[in-house]
Each structure stands twice: as C-alpha cells, then as structure tokens.
C-alpha cells in the first residue's frame, strides 16, 4: 500500500500515518508535525527523503484519505457513545479497586489497543475516567452500606455527636488510641472496643470491597474533620462512618494484644529489677555473715585440727547467743536455690487484676491442639471473673505450666491463684508472639495458616510456571547438590586451614582467630575528597531540595489522596517534608517560613504526604542515583547493606517507645535502612528498640517499590541481622547473604559426613545436618517462600512467628536447619576469601556514613522522636530518608562536575575515585530560615547546575 503512494511525500505521509495508528492508536492529526527523529528512522525504512513531508502536510486532504483508508484496513473503530459506554462499563470492575485517574486512562488506553478502538481526545477520556470513578465511589458506598438496620445507621451518626459534658465527638475519642504500657491505657483500649462493638458491623462486611479501597476510605476520613463527616449525604456518611467502625475495631484490638505483650513484659522487668535491687541492698548484710561465717569456719577447723571443743572455738569468735541470732537473721537474707527473679511476681498481680479480667473478657483467642490447655485454662478464669470465685477448682488445667513456673504454681498447699494467673498471661503472651494462639478480629495476630499463600493457590503456580522460589523444588536434587557444595568446601578449607594457607586466619586446637582487616583508605584519597568538597558550591537545604525536584519531578509522586492530583504549590510540600526530614514539626516550619501558614501546611501534609506517596518518590530518587555515571565508580549496583540507627525518644513519644540497655536507660526507637552499594537508601522502617534487626533484613529487598533486587544479589549486615533462619530464607529466594558475624569463633558449623573427617575443623563442628527434619517440611519451606516472594506476607511477621518458639515448632526448626547449611556455606567461604570480609567491611562503613548525615540531617527538637503515633514516626523516617537521598544525589552529580574541573588543572587518578563518596554535608545549611523564591534561577551555566568554587591552592593552603 505505501508502494502504491504517488510520490515520496505520499509514501512517507502514508508510513508515517500507519505508525501513528498502530502506537499509540490514533491519526496524526490536521496541524500536527511528527517528531523529526521518527520521520527521520521511517523515512530511511522506505528510502525516501525526511524532507519531503513538508508537501504532504500542505494538503489535509490526503491526511483524512490516508486516515480512512488504513482504518479500514486495520480494522479500527472510531470512538463513540457506544464504545464509550463499553469501556465504560469493563473500566467499573478496575475503578473498584483503585481509581487513580492517570491509572484509569493508563487502562482505558491499553484497551482500546487491544480492541483496535481509535484513541479518543483527551477531553473525552478524562470526562470518561471521571464518570467511572464517580459510578465506583457510589458502587462501594452501597455495597458498604447495603442492609445496615436502622438502629445500626443511627449508631453510626452518633459517632459524629458530641459526648455529654465535653466538647469533644465520639469518633474523635475514639481516634485517640492510648499508647503508653499502663493499666489506664488497657482499660480505655477495651472501652473504646466496646463502644465500636456497641454498633455491631458485621467484620465480613468490609469484605465486599478491595481492601484497598477500604484502606483508602479510612485514611480520607483521618484527614477530614467529624465536622465535614456528619455534612456528608447520607450513603456516603454511612459508608465512612462504616469503614471507620471496622478499621477502629481491628486497630483497637491490635492495640489491646500490644499493650497486653508491654504490660506483661514489663511485669517481668520490673520484678527483675526488684529482685536485683534487693540483693543490692542486702549486699551488705549478706557480706558480714559471710566473713563471720568464714572466721567461724576458720576457728572450728583449728578446733578439729588441735582436738578441741568446736563449741569453745565458736565462743571465742562470738558469743553463741550471738550466733543463734545472726543464724536467724541469714535465713532472712536467703534467696532460693535457683535465684529465681518469680519469686517477686505476686507483688505485682494487685495490678495485673486492675486489667486482666476485661482483657480475658473482652477477645476471642483460638489456638493450634498443642495450646488447647491454655485455651481452657482462660475460659475457666473469664468464667471465675465473671462468677467473682477466688479458689480455682482442683481440675484446672495445668499442663501448659512451665518447669520454671511450676514450683510457684503448684505448691504443697494446691495450685497458687495468683501464680496461676500469672502464668497463664505470660503463656498466652509467647503463644501470641509464635502464632500458636490467635485473636478473633485482629490484623497483627491472626494464625499463621491464615497468612500464607493457600495450598491450592500454591498448587496452581507449581502446575503452571513454576513457584518463584530460586532453588530446585525437588528436594532430592536440591540436597544432593548442597550436600556435594558442602563436602567439597569443608574438604578445601580443611586442607587449607591444616597447611596454614588461608589468608589471615589461622587455627589452632580448635581455636579460630582472624586479623583484623585494616583500613585500606589511602591518604591521597581523603586529600582528594576534601579538595572536592572544597569546589562544591555552598546551598541552602531548601535550594537543593528544590534542585533536586527539577532533576527527578519527585514531587509529582505526592498525589492528593482523593483526586490524584500533584500539590498546587510545591514550595508547601516542600515546607511539609523537611518539617518531617529536619525533625522540625509544621507549627515550628510555620514560624520558620513565609510562604504558608500552619493551616496550609497541615492540609498538604495530610493529604499529599502518606507512606505511599514517599515510597513513591524515594523510588524516583534512587532510580537517578543509581544511573549517574559517578555512582558507578561507588559499586556495581549488586550489593546492598542494612542497619538500624536509634533515636531517643522525648515528649509524648516517650510512652510509645521502649529501653533497650544497649543504647541506655531512655527509651527509643530505631529507624532500620537498607542502602545499595551505590549509596542509594532504597527502603526504610521503624522498628521498637527491643526488635530484632535479623527480621526486618529480608523486607527492604523484598518491599521498597522498585524492581527487587536480582538473584543472587549480595546483601551484608553487622551482627544485629543474623539469623540462621534469615539465611535459610535468603537462599530460597535468591539472595546471597553476606553479614559480618560477632564473635565468629564461637559459631559452630554444621557437615553432612561425620566431623571426624575433617580434622582441622572438627572441634568448629558441632553436628550434622538434619536431612530428614528438612524433608520432612520441604513443602512448607517452599509455601513459605512463595508466599513472602508474592507479598502475601512480610518475611518479618514470618519470622517473628518462627523465631517465638524456635524449639517446639517443627517447621522453624526445619527452616532453621537449612539455614544452618547455609551459614555454614557462608563460613567457609569467609574463611578463605579476604575479598568477601573486605567488601562486607567496605558496604558497612557506608551505612554508618549514611547514618551520621542522618544523624546530622535530623537536628531538630535535640534529634529526639516526639510523635507518638507510630504513621507519624514512620513520617519522620520517611522524611529523613528521603532528604538524605537527595542530598546523596545532589552531591554525586555535583561532584562528577568537580572532577571534571579538577582533571582540566591536575592528574586524577581513577584509583583514588573508588574511595570517594557523597556522604558530605559541611557545604549544605541545614538550619536558619527556610525561605523559597518563586522564580528562583539555580542554574548558571551549560550543564544546568550551580558554578562550582574554586579549586583551593593547596600550596598557598600548605605555606
């Protein structure tokens, strides 16, 4: 057909037409001029001149020919109200579950394409979009509200009511979620619970819609005032209100189980303390008995040794009245075999009663068999707390009692009430933690079959592609070929180790000692980076932030919750996160900018600022990180590191924190960041200063709204992220896992041949691997993996359950195991490769670099956590990490421009580069006022970016 074309022009015109209707799906329109690359590239497919489209874009006549004609060839539609209508009705099932107007057309687009259907203008498709969006809100509000009673609707208005005697409405008391571990806070939990109760929503009715799209109601309502709520129209009002009944109820329950874990393992820290205190205290008493004691013991053994009277060398040391009294008063001082810190539980059960009973009383828990003696042991004292009975009946059930709690509980006398109950709490508490135990209406403690991928659906995958797990699934072959790995590394390493050949370590009687590695950072390089840093030209925070946003549109990712739309003023989303980054606070940013009040800095907060919308923008920044050539020089984009910095916490977010002795005696949190090898933090999360680091290592690879690392991707952490079920669950999915063990001497390994057969290594040996424990659970290993890998769960909540009770749980135990291979694998080669304990050392110290800007960067409020709320400490790690990247990021483009500069005056040596980092802020002002200009001129020169300073004179600098 474009054969045929009479001339040049008609054949590229014609080419150029078909172009347009295949991609994207429309005729080059009257007026419009193609892109001069693509008539260019179309122009030499058919060996015509570019220029002679000039004479066919003259002529519109030709362009409505050509339109029609290949039209009908194609088989393409027009646009029109009965299309229209079509895709109007197939876009309403997607609008369900998420009504972005860009994603919307993003779908209305691709469809068309694939019905051969003319691209409509613009114009039409957003009118389009809009319809159905609006015809998907009001089919979730009825879905929502559909079959609501009465007297349910009526409850639900009363949410929007003012209580008696205060100013305040029911539903903003009920928003107010206590935070602190104190028995009021319990209390006011479960009264909240009840009054949501009190509504009696069916939970099975948020289920008739994406919970998505539940989730999206709830937070458009927390950002909406009860005031605007209760002047909703009626439907809507009551799909809001009943969106809010269900996320509170399973918020507060979530909340309750929460408080309960803090309140009992408070119970046990503070009896602990007691316990030590009073030893403390008696120090001096129990001191003088022992040198009394010990002259005594002194003065009968001479009594024996000369044949004298014992009663006679007791009389001369003190008097035997004395004695019988001193006698009396150790029995006093004498604590109990065991040094048994239980012994002091019972003085705290007058406040554990102020809470248990409402707490037993008030949740559902279901368990596995195993925990059916706890189950019944909680109904029979709700059942004593309902009746007010005080002795327990002899057939209470007693078989979940521990051995370290079964002296207290059962004694000569029967079972002890107070210990019962006592240890009843603290069952329950480890049964939560493992998952044994569950409670009816939570989201964090639901049963851990209920938060794997189903057997079915897993069955599904296998038959059609393939689990996407990155080891062989058979398990014969998978421990056939690990078992061939194993022996092969400990015969090497063996034979090494005993011929004194590996570098840097040695063993000796069974004892492994490696040197450590030195700092390999030559002088040259820190002279280097400091003359680079000298030329970068000195900015405010606000101006780079600003920058920053030109390079990348970040600030296109914060999207108004409701419409989607990007905030209308950048300079006051801007002023929002670095309130949150700077650690500032919105009333504080207020007073330290002129271009928006507090007003309009907590509308833009709370409608563009959201977990989502920063890990959309922090996935922009570290896309341009990682393609800027200098950060090539930084790593090959192949490795990653992960730690957690803590925070002390201050003000009301004091309640909500805890004490780890490691960082002190205040509370805090930690803020746990992954950081690729090109110094980009592509995920982080805020964890209690008590958690476990080894749980939250897998989520930053797994969870940081970018493409996922690549198999076989390397990932290094320090001590706090070992685990031998975090490499067990590492090799499934792909990913090499490289920590830096404390204390590496004292980690055993783990062969399938008997120790002996490696002499050298056998006293580091400390058993063979379980091959039949792991076959025995292979399935579950697989259905775990599967299901972390497709976002089913997270891989902390994962292991948080496998980690609770390690010993009794078959399949902890069986993943724990394999990881037990896997850390062995690891060893080996750590042993033999000083390049591996290099580069773990090397990716390391970039985190702790990373920390100290953040450190720096968060400076505010004495770098303190005041929030209390944890959406709203996940806001301040949110902010934080993303200044951070965006400092890292100006500092990398800006530096490539220094070396640029410098190399046109001196030699740079590519070797020194290696060593160079963007870690810098001496040249960034952080504090002072925070002032934009609304047409400000940040760039100056060919490259679009700021001029440099100049290089200082080192010479001049030296004399």
């Given at each position: 057909m474009i054969r045929r074309g009479r001339g040049d022009h008609h054949r590229l015109g014609l080419a150029l037409m078909l172009c347009y209707l295949r991609y994207p799906g429309r005729p080059l329109h009257a007026g419009e001029i193609p892109d001069p690359a693509l008539v260019s590239f179309v122009a030499t497919q058919i060996d015509v001149l570019p220029d002679s489209l000039g004479a066919y874009l003259r002529v519109d006549q030709n362009r409505r020919r050509h339109s029609a004609a290949l039209q009908d060839r194609l088989g393409l539609r027009p646009w029109g109200p009965r299309v229209a209508a079509d895709l109007a009705d197939w876009l309403l099932a997607h609008a369900l579950e998420a009504d972005r107007l860009v994603d919307l057309a993003a779908l209305v687009l691709e469809e068309c394409r694939g019905r051969g259907i003319l691209l409509p203008p613009p114009a039409r498709l957003e009118r389009l979009c809009i319809e159905v969006r609006y015809r998907a809100r009001r089919e979730i509000e009825r879905r929502l509200t559909e079959g609501l009673s009465a007297d349910q609707r009526r409850r639900l208005d009363a949410l929007t009511e003012r209580r008696l005697d205060t100013s305040q409405s029911w539903l903003a008391w009920l928003r107010q979620i206590p935070e602190s571990a104190k028995p009021a806070s319990m209390l006011g939990v479960i009264e909240r619970l009840e009054h949501i109760r009190a509504i009696d929503i069916d939970p099975a009715r948020g289920h008739r819609i994406n919970q998505s799209r539940l989730a999206q109601l709830v937070r458009e309502a927390g950002r909406t005032t009860v005031q605007h709520v209760a002047g909703y129209e009626r439907r809507r009002r009551h799909a809001v209100l009943t969106a809010i009944d269900l996320d509170l109820s399973a918020r507060l329950t979530d909340q309750a189980i929460t408080l309960f874990e803090r309140l009992i393992g408070a119970m046990f820290r503070k009896a602990e303390g007691r316990h030590a205190r009073a030893f403390q205290a008696e120090g001096r008493a129990i001191n003088e008995k022992v040198r009394l004691y010990a002259r005594i013991g002194a003065a009968l053994m001479a009594a024996r040794a000369g044949q004298g009277d014992p009663f006679a060398a007791i009389d001369k040391v003190i008097p035997w009245d004395r004695f019988c009294s001193t006698v009396m008063e150790a029995e006093t001082l004498v604590r109990s075999e065991d040094f048994d810190p239980y012994e002091v539980l019972s003085e705290h059960y007058a406040g554990?009663?102020?809470?248990?009973?409402?707490?037993?009383?008030?949740?559902?828990?279901?368990?596995?068999?195993?925990?059916?003696?706890?189950?019944?042991?909680?109904?029979?004292?709700?059942?004593?707390?309902?009746?007010?009975?005080?002795?327990?009946?002899?057939?209470?059930?007693?078989?979940?009692?521990?051995?370290?709690?079964?002296?207290?509980?059962?004694?000569?006398?029967?079972?002890?009430?107070?210990?019962?109950?006592?240890?009843?709490?603290?069952?329950?508490?480890?049964?939560?933690?493992?998952?044994?135990?569950?409670?009816?209406?939570?989201?964090?403690?639901?049963?851990?079959?209920?938060?794997?991928?189903?057997?079915?659906?897993?069955?599904?995958?296998?038959?059609?592609?393939?689990?996407?797990?990155?080891?062989?699934?058979?398990?014969?072959?998978?421990?056939?070929?690990?078992?061939?790995?194993?022996?092969?590394?400990?015969?090497?390493?063996?034979?090494?180790?005993?011929?004194?050949?590996?570098?840097?370590?040695?063993?000796?009687?069974?004892?492994?000692?490696?040197?450590?590695?030195?700092?390999?950072?030559?002088?040259?390089?820190?002279?280097?980076?400091?003359?680079?840093?000298?030329?970068?030209?000195?900015?405010?925070?606000?101006?780079?932030?600003?920058?920053?946003?030109?390079?990348?549109?970040?600030?296109?990712?914060?999207?108004?919750?409701?419409?989607?739309?990007?905030?209308?003023?950048?300079?006051?989303?801007?002023?929002?996160?670095?309130?949150?980054?700077?650690?500032?606070?919105?009333?504080?940013?207020?007073?330290?900018?002129?271009?928006?009040?507090?007003?309009?800095?907590?509308?833009?907060?709370?409608?563009?600022?959201?977990?989502?919308?920063?890990?959309?923008?922090?996935?922009?920044?570290?896309?341009?990180?990682?393609?800027?050539?200098?950060?090539?020089?930084?790593?090959?984009?192949?490795?990653?590191?992960?730690?957690?910095?803590?925070?002390?916490?201050?003000?009301?977010?004091?309640?909500?924190?805890?004490?780890?002795?490691?960082?002190?005696?205040?509370?805090?949190?930690?803020?746990?960041?992954?950081?690729?090898?090109?110094?980009?933090?592509?995920?982080?999360?805020?964890?209690?200063?008590?958690?476990?680091?080894?749980?939250?290592?897998?989520?930053?690879?797994?969870?940081?709204?970018?493409?996922?690392?690549?198999?076989?991707?390397?990932?290094?952490?320090?001590?706090?992220?070992?685990?031998?079920?975090?490499?067990?669950?590492?090799?499934?999915?792909?990913?090499?896992?490289?920590?830096?063990?404390?204390?590496?001497?004292?980690?055993?390994?783990?062969?399938?041949?008997?120790?002996?057969?490696?002499?050298?290594?056998?006293?580091?040996?400390?058993?063979?691997?379980?091959?039949?424990l792991i076959r025995a659970h292979w399935p579950d290993l697989l259905r775990i993996a599967t299901s972390i890998r497709t976002g089913t769960v997270s891989a902390s909540v994962i292991l948080r359950q496998l980690a609770a009770y390690p010993r009794q749980n078959a399949v902890a135990a069986a993943l724990r195991e394999l990881g037990r291979l896997e850390r062995t694998l690891f060893t080996l080669d750590w042993l033999e490769d000083p390049g591996l304990r290099r580069e773990s050392s090397h990716e390391l110290n970039k985190g702790e670099a990373r920390n100290s800007l953040a450190r720096a960067v968060f400076i505010h409020r004495l770098g303190e956590i005041r929030d209390r709320t944890f959406e709203n400490q996940t806001h301040r790690a949110s902010g934080l990490n993303l200044l951070v990247t965006a400092i890292i990021l100006w500092n990398t483009r800006y530096l490539a421009q220094a070396i640029q500069a410098l190399r046109q005056v001196e030699d740079v040596p590519g070797t020194l580069l290696r060593h160079l980092s963007p870690i810098g802020w001496e040249h960034v002002n952080l504090t002072g006022d925070y002032i934009w200009s609304a047409n400000q001129k940040s760039t100056e020169n060919h490259a679009g970016l700021r001029p440099l300073r100049p290089i200082p004179d080192t010479t001049t600098h030296a004399a």
């Open positions: 554990i009663r102020r809470w248990a009973p409402a707490f037993l009383a008030t949740f559902e828990f279901q368990g596995v068999p195993a925990a059916a003696s706890l189950m019944r042991a909680i109904a029979m004292l709700r059942a004593m707390n309902s009746a007010g009975a005080s002795t327990l009946p002899k057939s209470a059930p007693t078989a979940f009692v521990r051995p370290r709690w079964a002296r207290h509980v059962l004694t000569a006398h029967g079972i002890d009430r107070r210990y019962y109950e006592l240890c009843v709490l603290a069952e329950l508490r480890q049964r939560l933690a493992a998952g044994d135990v569950w409670v009816t209406g939570s989201r964090q403690y639901r049963a851990f079959e209920e938060r794997l991928i189903s057997r079915e659906t897993l069955q599904v995958l296998q038959k059609a592609s393939g689990i996407p797990v990155a080891i062989e699934t058979d398990f014969d072959r998978f421990i056939e070929t690990r078992r061939t790995w194993l022996d092969a590394r400990l015969a090497e390493v063996d034979a090494r180790a005993r011929g004194g050949l590996l570098p840097d370590v040695t063993i000796e009687k069974g004892v492994l000692r490696i040197t450590p590695i030195e700092k390999s950072t030559p002088p040259e390089a820190e002279a280097l980076a400091a003359k680079l840093y000298a030329t970068l030209p000195r900015i405010r925070i606000t101006d780079l932030l600003t920058e920053v946003a030109g390079w990348t549109g970040f600030l296109d990712c914060f999207t108004h919750l409701r419409t989607g739309e990007a905030a209308a003023d950048p300079r006051v989303l801007m002023a929002g996160l670095l309130a949150d980054g700077l650690n500032l606070g919105l009333t504080r940013m207020a007073e330290a900018c002129s271009i928006a009040s507090l007003g309009q800095l907590a509308w833009t907060a709370d409608w563009h600022i959201r977990d989502e919308t920063y890990a959309l923008a922090l996935r922009r920044l570290v896309e341009h990180q990682s393609r800027e050539p200098l950060a090539a020089l930084f790593g090959s984009g192949t490795a990653s590191s992960s730690d957690g910095q803590f925070f002390r916490a201050g003000g009301s977010g004091r309640d909500a924190s805890r004490i780890n002795a490691h960082y002190g005696p205040e509370p805090g949190l930690k803020f746990y960041t992954h950081l690729s090898d090109r110094y980009a933090p592509f995920h982080t999360r805020v964890i209690a200063a008590t958690a476990s680091e080894a749980l939250h290592v897998l989520d930053g690879l797994l969870d940081h709204h970018g493409d996922a690392p690549p198999r076989q991707h390397r990932h290094h952490t320090d001590g706090g992220g070992v685990s031998d079920h975090v490499f067990a669950l590492c090799a499934l999915l792909g990913y090499v896992f490289a920590p830096r063990i404390p204390d590496l001497k004292d980690r055993r390994l783990y062969s399938f041949a008997r120790p002996a057969a490696y002499p050298t290594l056998a006293p580091m040996i400390a058993g063979r691997i379980n091959v039949d």
